[in-house]
């Protein structure tokens, strides 16, 4: 069970929009429709924004918006905003109700 | 508002067994699945495992040798043991209610645990 591949850092300024992949394989990305992303800002508890591939929990800005292919899931970030800045990771199920998480990203508004 | 909070030692020594329990408050232990996940310095997150308040668990295959979770309904509090502990355990260490993905779950603010002599 591996870690899913996610770039380390990805930028951009404000207003723009940015995608974050997460790269798995067929034995779980691929495999099943159970990707989630979490923000996580230092020093807090990370918080889930995205579940099931492109749904979002009730509060989450329509800002953040999730998607598959293939092995190949992705985050966008749509009107990049200051608050926007944090870790990201991505999880998937990996079959036998296990879960595996992704390397990490680190966004940074410029 | 269902609130988790970890406690456990902050310094653990080289083979020895990490414990660490997550108070849960605003709610009922019961009928719902608990994780444990954890991150080490610099890296990703690592799913541990889970554990359903009637005991059934799922563990992380990595760590599935080493890993046990317990729940205790009188005290409305889970817990993580981890056993034969290297430096590379050294993470903050969260629980979480719900499986990983979760769309009513809650996290608590992680504790850091280093494991050194």
């Known amino acids: 069970q591996s870690a899913l591949t996610q770039p380390a850092s990805v930028s951009g300024s404000p207003g723009q929009s940015i995608t974050i992949s997460c790269t798995g394989s067929s034995s779980d990305v691929g495999g099943y429709n159970l990707v989630s992303w979490y923000q996580h800002h230092p020093g807090k508890a990370p918080k889930l924004i995205i579940y099931e591939v492109t749904k979002r929990p009730s509060g989450v800005s329509d800002r953040f918006s999730g998607s598959k292919s293939g092995n190949t899931a992705s985050l966008t970030i749509s009107g990049l905003q200051a608050e926007d800045e944090a870790d990201y990771h991505c999880?998937?199920?990996?079959?036998?109700?296990?879960?595996?998480f992704g390397t990490g990203t680190k966004v940074t508004v410029l | 508002q269902v609130q988790l909070q970890e406690s456990g030692p902050g310094l653990v020594k080289p083979s020895e067994t990490l414990s660490l329990t997550c108070d849960v408050s605003g709610g009922s232990v019961s009928r719902y699945y608990w994780s444990w996940i954890r991150q080490s310095p610099g890296k990703g997150l690592e799913w541990i495992g889970y554990i359903y308040d009637g005991g059934s668990t799922n563990y992380n295959p990595s760590l599935k040798s080493r890993v046990t979770m317990s729940v205790d309904t009188s005290k409305n509090q889970f817990s993580l043991k981890l056993t034969s502990v290297t430096a590379a355990d050294t993470a903050v260490y969260y629980c979480?209610?719900?499986?990983?993905?979760?769309?009513?779950?809650?996290w608590g603010q992680g504790t850091l645990v280093t494991i050194s002599s």
């Open positions: 979480a209610r719900g499986a990983p993905g979760y769309s009513s779950g809650y």
């Open positions: 999880c998937s199920h990996a079959g036998s109700f296990t879960y595996v």
